[in-house]
């Protein structure tokens, strides 16, 4: 047996039992601390501020189902606002009501989606059923797109996903008797509030983090890291990644059917490319690999628009003072990104997350053996990336 | 041709110590004409460890990707444990019970060495979708076992006080064994090891030499070893194939393969002499202790 104190002999199981107990209490009190922001947020607030919040909130959940999909496992998907608008749709077709419908003059849906009156549900309830319906379809739509694409790699898989937010586009501007065109839903109710956003972020986040921590988890980073050795130990690549396409596209079209419950619109510009780079963007910046890089990428980039547009507006510091530049708030972000890619390639958290008491050993014991130099560079072995040719064929 | 050969190594050798476990018979890979393997038969036997050496580009790597699914063979028959594998892909082949390490070491960089051996380990017995999404008691009990196992796969390589470290902050040497562990962590019956000693020093070879002999016992293995140092392979194996363009030109126990002139030529051939002479039966006895 293994005389370690990590795991296995009493004492080990006992601090892992503590550590369970210290990891709980960390989420509680994340928790509480997340809804006493709310609190406060709900309270003092402005409305527009209010939905700034909020949107937070979807973006996080976008960013946190786009870190599982291609974070974890290497395939760099852009079709996941194709996803948001699948949800998008969904939800908002169950919820805006009959009389609406009909006057939007929507001859494509079938009739009993024509007449579905969610209107006397309560508010919540409706737009559950709106998120999970949104998600679920979704999700469907993943496994059926998933199932040839996942066996895809590198550029290939982005140029395939971004053919299928092609074709969701065309769809949605085409199906005019569902979507209504390029003109969109409206008369969306709004029922997306700031607790139920974050109700799905906590969800979302819950929901990765078990995947992360698993067999699941380790073996989706372990096929990003080195797909041949994957195969190797046993990993069933084509299906563990099209896990990750699944349930990231679920919690992506549960973020759709949340946007357009709070916008009370849905057009098909608000789902395409700017999106798909925004998302992104949130994800590199925090950090491929990293959950709550994700969410700390969402917030940044949500935010930072908001307040830097009182810089263009000039302001006036004592002594210095800018006129009105604008223009200047989308270059000064744009020069932060840049800077973080130079400066920290990996992201802000690469694929690390904070608080490690709370997310659980994702890198156990950092500590060094006697006999190995603290400043050894983590280097691959040589040649450890020459993938025969013949290999990088068979993927699937 | 492939009867023949089966026939052959089923006689009384010192080797014979089992049942057949993985049978190959006349599997052939080309790659656009280039024949890399022609006619290659194999009955290995259970527990016994099997050397197969060659000079550079014989097709000695063609075979353990032919074996593990990374090639479909383009020819012949691969059975393990009775079941037709050629052309199964590599997880499969892997959860059958086949494990392999790489010429090129290929590590799971990312991760921490734990994690490397963990990830392989969770292959077998990882919980569920769902008990994974609610933390169900019994995927807590299930990652407890997978870690506990994987941390005896490390201590049987000399890792586990390392188990924190990130794999690639370990010393070359090292990393081959990490390989190794994790190659185990599969749980297998057959174990490939691809060139285990390549960029080692004689020290550190006959350490491994005798590293793969606990493991074999230890673990119940059954081993292929491909490896252009000799002396390992003179002292670990019961039975050598000599492959040579693709083709086995000589197969038999370590006293004869070194006295085959088919082989000197192969090696004279290639312009690359093996010390043959180096590996005497004393040598073979000799005990190496463990410097971990």
Redesign the interface.
């Known amino acids: 047996?293994?005389t370690?104190d990590?795991?296995?002999s009493p004492r080990g199981m006992a601090r892992?039992r503590s550590r369970g107990v210290q990891r709980l209490a960390v989420a509680v009190a994340a928790l509480a601390l997340l809804g006493l922001f709310l609190a406060y947020a709900e309270a003092s607030l402005n409305g527009y501020r209010q939905q700034l919040v909020t949107l937070v909130a979807i973006n996080a959940i976008i960013a946190v189902s786009l870190t599982l999909t291609s974070g974890f496992t290497g395939v760099f998907s852009l079709g996941q606002i194709g996803f948001l608008a699948i949800g998008a749709y969904t939800g908002a077709l169950l919820t805006i009501a009959p009389q609406w419908k009909s006057e939007m003059f929507l001859p494509g849906l079938p009739e009993w989606l024509a007449t579905l009156d969610l209107s006397a549900w309560p508010e919540q309830a409706a737009l559950l059923v709106a998120c999970v319906a949104g998600g679920g379809l979704a999700a469907l739509v993943a496994a059926l797109v998933g199932a040839p694409l996942m066996r895809l790699s590198g550029h290939y898989v982005a140029v395939a996903t971004m053919g299928f937010l092609i074709i969701v586009q065309a769809v949605a501007i085409n199906w005019e008797g569902v979507t209504r065109g390029a003109r969109g839903l409206s008369q969306i109710p709004g029922l997306t509030g700031l607790w139920v956003a974050y109700a799905w972020v906590v969800v979302t986040v819950y929901?990765v983090w078990?995947?992360r921590a698993?067999?699941?988890g380790?073996?989706m980073?372990?096929s990003r890291?080195?797909l041949?050795?994957?195969?190797?130990?046993?990993?069933?690549?084509l299906r563990k990644r099209l896990?990750a396409f699944v349930v990231g596209a679920f919690f992506t079209g549960v973020a759709g059917s949340l946007l357009v419950h709070q916008i009370g619109t849905a057009a098909p510009s608000a789902f395409y490319f700017t999106t798909t780079f925004n998302v992104i963007i949130m994800v590199v910046l925090g950090g491929m690999?990293s959950i709550s890089g994700a969410v700390v990428g969402a917030t940044i980039l949500t935010l930072a628009p908001e307040y830097l547009r009182d810089v263009e507006d000039g302001m006036d510091l004592g002594p210095l003072s800018f006129g009105a530049h604008y223009g200047l708030a989308q270059i000064i972000l744009a020069v932060g990104f840049i800077l973080v890619m130079i400066f920290r390639p990996q992201g802000l958290f690469g694929?690390r997350e904070v608080g490690p008491a709370l997310l659980g050993r994702f890198?156990?014991?950092?500590?060094?053996?006697a006999g190995?130099s603290p400043d050894?560079?983590?280097?691959?072995?040589?040649?450890?990336d020459?993938i025969?040719a013949?290999?990088r064929s068979?993927t699937g | 041709m492939s009867s023949g050969l089966i026939a052959e190594t089923t006689e009384g050798r010192p080797a014979s110590t089992g049942e057949p476990i993985l049978r190959a018979a006349g599997v052939g890979r080309a790659?656009r004409g280039l024949q890399a393997l022609a006619d290659y038969d194999l009955d290995l036997r259970q527990g016994e460890i099997l050397g197969v050496i060659g000079p550079n580009g014989a097709g000695k790597s063609t075979l353990f990707?032919v074996i593990?699914g990374?090639?479909?063979p383009t020819s012949g028959r691969i059975v393990f444990h009775g079941r037709e594998i050629a052309g199964l892909?590599?997880?499969k082949i892997?959860?059958l019970g086949i494990?392999?390490t790489?010429?090129?070491?290929?590590?799971?960089?990312?991760?921490?060495v734990?994690?490397n051996v963990?990830?392989?380990q969770?292959?077998?017995g990882?919980?569920g979708?769902w008990e994974?999404?609610?933390?169900a008691p019994s995927?807590l009990r299930k990652?407890?076992a997978?870690?506990?196992r994987a941390?005896?796969h490390?201590?049987a390589l000399g890792l586990?006080?390392?188990?924190?470290?990130?794999a690639?902050?370990?010393?070359?040497g090292l990393?081959r064994k990490l390989e190794i562990a994790?190659?185990l962590?599969?749980e297998p019956s057959v174990l490939l090891l691809d060139e285990p000693a390549a960029g080692m020093n004689a020290q550190e070879t006959a350490d491994l030499t005798q590293l793969i002999r606990d493991l074999h016992a230890r673990f119940g293995l059954t081993v292929v070893v491909v490896e252009h140092d000799m002396s390992l392979i003179m002292r670990l194996c019961e039975r050598i194939q000599v492959l040579n363009y693709g083709r086995v030109i000589a197969s038999g126990t370590p006293a004869e393969i070194r006295a085959d002139p088919k082989v000197i030529e192969a090696y004279l051939g290639a312009d690359e002499t093996p010390d043959m002479a180096l590996p005497t039966v004393d040598g073979r006895q000799q005990t190496h202790e463990e410097s971990m």
Do not use: C, K
């Open positions: 047996m293994v370690l990590h795991a296995g892992s929901a078990r995947l698993s067999s699941f380790r073996a980073i372990a890291e080195n041949i050795a994957a195969r190797a130990i046993g990993v069933d690549v896990l690999g694929d890198r156990p014991g950092r500590r060094r053996p190995l050894a560079t983590p280097t691959l072995a040589p040649g450890v020459e025969p013949d290999d068979r | 790659f990707n593990t990374f090639l479909r892909p590599p997880d892997t959860a494990a392999r790489f010429q090129n070491i290929r590590l799971f960089a990312g991760m921490s734990l994690d963990r990830t392989a969770g292959m077998r990882g919980a979708f994974t999404i609610f933390s995927f990652e407890r997978i870690e506990e941390l005896e490390l201590a586990a006080d390392l188990h924190g470290v990130p690639t902050s370990l010393p070359y990393q994790r190659a962590a599969t």
